[in-house]
């Protein structure tokens, strides 16, 4: 009996040993197993942490780069800003001195006109009248010489005066005002243009009322004395002048007059030509003028802020344009 029970007794203590032991096995498989994790999870911590300090160290290398790419970038726009400051005083200091020189210089036509204006005066009247008085006594060489001395004094004349005439667009200005251009073609009709109209039988029409422009009033006059006196003059022997006057808004702010005449047109490579001064398509002998007709009207134009050209086509006349303020 005592026999059975030690056995019974050294069983059970067998199988609770087996049992620890296995229980022993498993917790040490599952410290290894835990073990095995941390050092894994420390290893893959480690490389974040350390592609992580490459990265910050990367940005912070980007930064100070940025960093001193700014302040290179900023001690250029720096040195710009000096360089655009010293160009701006400098064309400051040159506009001053250009402004001076063009007033002097419109001074100096101004009064050299003036002061040429007599004594080309007493030549053509003193040839006159020494041709007059030496009528009959001169051979025919003589009475050309005196022709050719009295018509040459009677073109400088006119050369001064449109000399004064160009200089005066910037030195007799008025403040710019409302102009109903209707009333400037009629004062052409009837006052500046009205003896070239009658030789010429020449006519101006106007379809439809104009556009009104704020713009100089005198000025005006002479810009349309000028355009619609060239298509007066420049036509072929028998032909009747025909000028036609129109104008249309180009914006709320601009007005588009434009003079056609059906004279005898201008070659395109021209264009540009006949708006400067002195320049000349025509001989004397052709067609009287001095060449500054159309860069008077060119400066006109100029002043008041708005361009002027031409269409033409050879023997089928001209279109003269320009543009020019609203009047409101």
């Known amino acids: 009996m005592k026999g059975n029970l030690d056995y019974k007794v050294g069983t059970k203590a067998a199988d609770e040993v087996g049992e620890l032991s296995r229980a022993f096995d498993r917790m040490t498989a599952n410290l290894k197993k835990s073990r095995d994790e941390l050092e894994a999870y420390s290893k893959g911590l480690e490389e974040r942490v350390e592609h992580r300090t490459k990265e910050l160290a990367d940005k912070v290398k980007e930064s100070e780069e940025l960093r001193h790419a700014s302040l290179n970038l900023l001690e250029d726009v720096n040195e710009a800003k000096n360089e655009l400051e010293m160009a701006k005083k400098e064309l400051q200091k040159t506009n001053r001195k250009l402004k001076v020189s063009n007033r002097e210089l419109q001074d100096f036509v101004y009064v050299a006109s003036h002061d040429l204006q007599e004594p080309i005066r007493k030549v053509s009247a003193f040839g006159q009248l020494l041709r007059d008085s030496l009528q009959g006594k001169l051979n025919e060489d003589e009475q050309e010489n005196f022709a050719f001395m009295i018509d040459g004094a009677s073109r400088m004349q006119q050369m001064i005066r449109d000399l004064l005439m160009y200089s005066r667009v910037s030195t007799k200005v008025k403040p710019a005002e ?13 006052i500046e243009l009205a003896i070239q109209l009658e030789e010429t039988a020449g006519t101006i029409h106007v379809p439809e009322p104009l556009l009104a422009v704020q713009a100089d009033p005198s000025q005006m006059h002479q810009l349309l004395q000028n355009l619609v006196g060239n298509g007066l003059k420049y036509q072929r022997n028998g032909r009747r002048p025909e000028i036609v006057v129109r104008s249309s808004q180009e914006d709320d702010n601009t007005v588009r007059v434009e003079v056609e ?38 400066k006109i134009v100029d002043r008041h802020g708005g361009n002027i050209g031409v269409n033409s086509t050879m023997g089928g006349g001209s279109t003269f344009w320009f543009t020019l303020p609203a009047g409101g």
Do not use: P, Q
């Open 178 to 190: 409302r102009v109903d251009l209707n009333e400037v073609i009629e004062d052409l009709r009837n």
């Open 261 to 298: 005449d059906n004279g005898i047109g201008i070659a395109e490579g021209n264009y540009d030509k006949i708006f400067v001064m002195f320049r000349r398509l025509h001989s004397l002998e052709e067609y009287e003028g001095t060449g500054i007709g159309l860069a008077v009207c060119k």
